[in-house]
Each structure stands twice: as C-alpha cells, then as structure tokens.
C-alpha cells in the first residue's frame, strides 16, 4: 500500500496558549494552496484550556490536524528544557516533505503564505 504525503507539514507547538491558539490553527486551514498540507500539533500538557481547543479542533478537522498529547508527568518533569521536547517530538511526527514552524501564539496573515514558501 502506498501512503500520499503531504508536501507541507506545518508544525505548531503549544503551551497554555488558550486565547491565542485558535487563531493561529485558523490562520493555517485558511491557506490557499495546490498542495496537500497537514497540521502538527504538539500540546505540551498546558495548564490551562488550550489541550482541549486543539482536540477540539483536530475533531473538527481531521483530515487536516494531529495533535500530539504529551504526558502531563513527563512534561512537568522536562519543564526545565522549555518545551524543548515538545518540539522535538512534534517534528518527529511530522510527514511533508517541506515542515513549516508556527508558534502557538503566532498566526500567518497572508492565506497564500505555504504557496508562495513552497
């Protein structure tokens, strides 16, 4: 069997960003391209609400989004590498041939951004 790959992997890391993550998803499904992309998520056990705005979202999306819980115990435990793991896992998860970084509490602005990157 052979897997279609996105040529765009967008990979956005997050961590109690609740009043900003939305925006930056929905700055990401709002791209205009002639390619398929996927979105990454890496929640980093936030405290907050934003682990259940990405869940919610990816249910909304799932042709579109992946969200990667981490452990609550082993995220606190690696606090002191600031997400540093988060990260890594995020990008080890990722399968575009091409990876785009977002942040949680960042958003693109143009909906033709990924084309034009690409």
């Not at 907050?48 to 992946?66: F, G, S």
């Not at 080890?92 to 033709?112: K, Q």
Request: aromatic residues 6%.
């Amino acid at each position: 069997m052979v897997e279609n790959y996105p040529k765009v992997s967008v990979l956005i890391t997050t961590y109690n960003q609740e009043r900003l993550i939305t925006q930056a998803v929905e700055s990401v499904l709002m791209q205009v391209t002639d390619f398929d992309y996927e979105i990454v998520i890496g929640e980093d056990a936030s405290t907050d609400r934003t682990r259940e705005i990405v869940v919610e979202l990816a249910r909304q999306h799932p042709e579109k989004i992946r969200v990667l819980l981490r452990d609550p115990e082993v995220a606190n435990r690696e606090r002191h590498l600031a997400g540093k793991m988060n990260f890594l896992q995020a990008l080890a998860s990722c399968r575009g041939e091409l990876i785009a970084v977002l942040d949680g509490d960042d958003y693109f602005t143009n909906p033709h951004k990924l084309q034009k990157q690409v």
